[in-house]
């Protein structure tokens, strides 16, 4: 029993209090989020800063020789820290909003699991929901993209081993098998649908601890509501509401409770 006010905790792990686990999970949730929004939107910056892979090439194409390429500092920084096209470019702005979105969430968890606040850890709970489904989308799609394009990456592996001499896999040829590649296709799809499930069975996991706290605190608040009743009633003179609300109208209005007459008990006969 917790004790505030009295209502059972719900535990994870077998014996663990599930407001410890979405302490420790906001908290890091917090700090990973943060920290990867930030190096998305640094990566952002510096792009918008030097400009995208795109337009560079486009300008050395058409405007500089590739000495005068070499001689500026600036393009030597640009293609040493950011390494984004266009379309790369407006993916990581996107990325950036759900990763902020993320972690200014997460600090709403870690709040409300500190002051028991049910808003702040619904809030949180619901942000981690739409991440798994989003999550199981990304995966599903990824996984029959893979799949679809297996003798593509079968083809892919190959042409790389025959161009790269140091990446050969051997066989009685020394030559790598078409065999092999796509064995080695097959085995790098099933390593990533079991990673994929298990993260997603983690995140699955992670979501309905956080959804036991939030029942935990719903209770907690109808039975304060519940104590706040009947001291009100105590001090008007009634009796309050097993349940936690008060009825709509006063119990002295209505009269005593008519089943508890003898008349009306069991056994009486009319």
């Not at 890091?28 to 989020?33: E, I, K, Q, R």
């Not at 990304?138 to 592996?157: F, G, K, P, T, V």
Request: charged share 15%; proline share 2%; hydrophobic share 45%.
């Amino acid at each position: 029993m917790s004790g505030w006010y009295h209502v059972a905790s719900r535990k994870f792990c077998c014996c663990l209090p599930v407001r410890i686990g979405v302490f420790v999970l906001s908290a890091l949730s917090a700090f990973f989020g943060g920290i990867s929004a930030f190096v998305v939107w640094y990566t952002v910056v510096r792009t918008a800063k030097y400009g995208t892979v795109n337009s560079n090439l486009s300008s050395f194409n058409s405007n500089s020789t590739l000495t005068q390429i070499n001689d500026n500092d600036d393009w030597k920084t640009a293609l040493n820290s950011v390494a984004l096209d266009k379309q790369q470019y407006y993916a990581f702005i996107v990325i950036g909003v759900i990763l902020t979105i993320y972690t200014l969430f997460s600090v709403f968890g870690f709040i409300g699991s500190i002051f028991r606040k049910r808003a702040l850890v619904a809030l949180y709970s619901t942000v981690l929901w739409f991440l798994l489904g989003a999550n199981l989308g990304i995966a599903i799609y990824m996984s029959y993209s893979a799949i679809r394009r297996r003798n593509d990456l079968a083809d892919q592996c190959a042409n790389d081993a025959k161009n790269n001499q140091d990446n050969f896999i051997a066989d009685q040829q020394n030559k790598i098998t078409d065999a092999a590649c796509d064995a080695a296709s097959k085995i790098g799809i099933a390593v990533y649908i079991i990673v994929a499930v298990v993260q997603l069975l983690i995140q699955l996991y992670c979501c309905i601890i956080v959804k036991r706290y939030v029942e935990q605190l719903t209770e907690e608040q109808g039975f304060k509501q519940h104590v706040a009743g009947n001291r009100v009633a105590k001090d008007a003179g009634s009796f309050g509401s097993y349940y936690p609300h008060q009825p709509l109208t006063n119990q002295h209005e209505l009269g005593p409770y008519p089943y508890s007459q003898p008349d009306h008990s069991f056994g009486t006969k009319a």
